[in-house]
């Protein structure tokens, strides 16, 4: 049985800071990896998605990282804002219907 | 498009009523998926559907859920009976068929069971 696993599960930093953070899965059979951001009492946002094949991915001031033999990924986040505050999620995806299985987030704090 | 919108937004019930929830997805795609999220805790998978046909439901989902995917476009969950365990935040996600592709989630319903 897949298991997802994020690291810390809560995460306090001064504007300005960069930073990283990790999850990892137990069974490496994935088709890709996701990682989300949610804002309290909202939806998922899509941050980036990195399939199976792929080492990494990079949007703006973010950069995920899939290492599948050893069951990680990492998100780094450049340059932190206090816009930056929410919770990030990730996720990995496999078997016949692709569903999604989640950690349970980290929250992240970027004082200003 | 406006992406995967979900209705609605928040529901406050009584135990023992019944309560229904409509998702409409990105219009071209085939997927849908429905997770529950409590507080603190990831989304876990309720059900899946690909076009009009139910082909996954997880343990999770107990008989007093149901959920339909008429003509393959929007969907709705419906929990019979709601209990105060059923308080959640309920999403809704869709993907193209293919399995490399990227899910996009709704805004959710938040329930709320007094």
């Known amino acids: 049985k897949q298991e997802v696993t994020q690291i810390p599960a809560a995460l306090s930093v001064p504007e300005g800071e960069n930073l990283v953070l990790n999850c990892s899965f137990t069974?490496?059979?994935?088709?890709?990896l996701q990682w989300f951001r949610q804002d309290p009492g909202k939806g998922l946002t899509s941050l980036l998605l990195?399939?199976?094949?792929?080492r990494e991915q990079t949007s703006g001031r973010l950069n995920a990282s899939l290492d599948k033999s050893s069951g990680r990924s990492t998100l780094y986040i450049a340059a932190s804002q206090p816009g930056d505050s929410a919770t990030y999620l990730c996720?990995?995806?496999?078997?016949?219907?692709?569903?999604?299985?989640f950690g349970t987030g980290t929250l992240l704090a970027v004082q200003p | 498009d406006t992406g995967v919108s979900q209705d609605p937004r928040h529901k406050i019930t009584k135990r023992g009523q019944n309560v229904t929830f409509r998702c409409d997805p990105i219009?071209?795609?085939?997927?849908l998926y429905w997770y529950r999220q409590t507080l603190g805790q990831g989304p876990e998978f309720l059900t899946y559907?690909?076009?009009?046909?139910?082909?996954?439901k997880s343990r999770l989902l107990s008989d007093r859920f149901s959920a339909e995917r008429p003509k393959g476009s929007f969907s709705t969950l419906e929990i019979q009976r709601t209990e105060q365990g059923d308080s959640a935040m309920y999403l809704c996600?869709?993907?193209?068929?293919?399995?490399?592709?990227?899910?996009?989630f709704g805004q959710g319903t938040r329930l709320t069971v007094v």
């Open positions: 219009s071209e795609h085939n997927r």
């Open positions: 996720a990995v995806s496999g078997g016949a219907t692709n569903k999604l299985i």
């Open positions: 069974d490496s059979a994935i088709y890709n």
């Open positions: 990195i399939q199976s094949s792929q």
């Open positions: 559907f690909q076009n009009e046909a139910q082909l996954e």
């Open positions: 996600a869709s993907s193209l068929r293919a399995t490399d592709t990227e899910a996009f």
